[in-house]
């Protein structure tokens, strides 16, 4: 089982591919950091990172709603509970 922390490792990376331009600037990301308000996230960034962790993971989040990620901890909770 990944760690928070590699979890938060590999999300950054996503966040990275998702937009090159932020790398070197997710250093002070953390599980409180709000994927809209703090990222800069909107409705279809979402979608695409969703399909990335799914990706990255080899998991299926299933029955999720965007809603349900607001924060990189709350993303890092569907993750885990996948993972299991």
Excluded: W, Y
Excluded at 3 to 26: F, H, Q, W
Aim: hydrophobic fraction near 40%; aromatic fraction near 4%; charged fraction near 25%.
């Amino acid at each position: 089982m990944l760690s928070r922390s590699e979890i938060l490792t590999k999300l950054k990376e996503i966040l990275v591919a998702m937009d090159p331009s932020k790398e070197g600037t997710l250093d002070n990301v953390n599980e409180s950091s709000r994927l809209v308000e703090d990222l800069g996230l909107m409705s279809i960034s979402l979608i695409f990172m969703v399909i990335s962790i799914e990706e990255k993971f080899q998991i299926e989040l299933g029955d999720v709603s965007i809603s349900d990620f607001n924060t990189v901890g709350d993303t890092i909770d569907h993750i885990q509970k996948c993972l299991k």
